[in-house]
């Protein structure tokens, strides 16, 4: 595998001692002033170049079975676990190679309480007003939040945007064991011109892509739980007392394809996003030289341990939030799926 750019490499410094990424990135800027940099600079035309690579090409007929498996999949899915529910809203613990809509065609009418289920014993007719309050991948598994009324829904759905929710994602990583234990990431995240997700600078922040989009910031927290079989499975670290100084993206990466080498290890990562980007993510785990496995678009081996992955081991772990309607916090946490209770055991 190819070296990574430098800034990756650098270790967490000592407690007390200066941080070797003052002088080696460089100097930060809030977004605010880097968006008002750049609001003048290009002329119509220009677009500023991605610093991750475009989606390999052998990725297109593999992520069309996928979706073809998925489809047929979601028309027969009959129902997702519910891990919390009261009269507002429930929470359904998504299975892997499912698409989102399912959740809520598949949804038990049974399962409405309250004041819902009343109306609905009186008149059968009567169907609940379901909402998504947010979205995972199609071969992401993990919570998702059912509301069951407007109110409700546009609550859950503004606390999602604004980043009040607070959620922790489990991945399993194939790559070289990085130098650190814990890092945050800090990009810019957009489309490119041939309509792939990818990451760019910092110093693009606010600039215009093709389509009328522009470059928005993304940031995510990873901590490392495990390395081939190695380490701690751990409860999630506030991030109020984190005092990790940030990695700020500013150069083109190198090739982070893996290619299943035998030198290549198992990582588990626990991810905290303080975003919610489009395959934020799997994007930064794929300039972090970890792609995630299965994870085609942006690296990930297609094959490991001689079987094909079905998808990609990603999972939407917990949700922090305040009620919308009582006011009381919430923290859930969902079932591990296999391929985390495989790697966790070998931890143990």
Not at 203 to 217: E, K
Request: aromatic share 6%; net charge positive.
């Amino acid at each position: 595998m190819t070296k990574l750019p430098l800034p990756l490499l650098l270790l967490q410094p000592p407690a007390g001692a200066a941080s070797p990424l003052r002088s080696l990135l460089p100097p930060a800027r809030s977004l605010t002033a880097m968006s008002a940099a750049t609001s003048t600079a290009p002329s119509i035309g220009e677009y500023p170049s991605p610093v991750s690579p475009p989606y390999p090409a052998t990725s297109k007929d593999l992520e069309l079975r996928r979706a073809m498996t998925a489809s047929a999949r979601s028309a027969a899915f009959a129902s997702a676990d519910v891990v919390f529910e009261d009269e507002w809203l429930a929470v359904v613990d998504k299975p892997a190679g499912v698409y989102c809509d399912a959740l809520l065609t598949s949804f038990p009418c049974s399962a409405v309480s309250g004041k819902h289920f009343l109306r609905l014993a009186e008149n059968p007719a009567t169907k609940p007003n379901l909402h998504l309050a947010n979205r995972l991948d199609r071969d992401t598994s993990g919570l998702m939040v059912i509301t069951k009324c407007n109110k409700v829904a546009g609550k859950l759905v503004k606390a999602f945007t604004d980043h009040k929710v607070k959620k922790t994602y489990l991945a399993l990583c194939i790559g070289f064991p990085p130098a650190w234990e814990k890092i945050k990431i800090c990009s810019g995240h957009g489309r490119s011109k041939h309509g792939a997700w990818r990451v760019y600078a910092m110093s693009d922040v606010g600039r215009s892509l093709p389509g009328g989009s522009v470059v928005r910031d993304m940031s995510t927290r990873f901590e490392v739980l495990g390395v081939n079989g190695k380490g701690q499975f751990r409860e999630p670290y506030s991030l109020d007392t984190d005092d990790i100084e940030p990695i700020t993206v500013q150069e083109k990466a190198t090739d982070q394809t893996c290619g299943g080498d035998a030198n290549s290890s198992v990582i588990l990562v626990r991810a905290y996003p303080q975003s919610g980007r489009t395959h934020q993510i799997r994007l930064h785990c794929q300039y972090l030289g970890l792609p995630i496995r299965g994870d085609v678009k942006y690296g990930g081996v297609i094959e490991w341990d001689g079987v094909e992955c079905e998808g990609h081991a990603l999972h939407a772990e917990s949700l922090s939030f305040v009620h919308p309607i009582t006011g009381l916090p919430i923290t859930l946490r969902s079932p591990l799926p296999p391929w985390a209770k495989d790697c966790i055991s070998a931890m143990e």
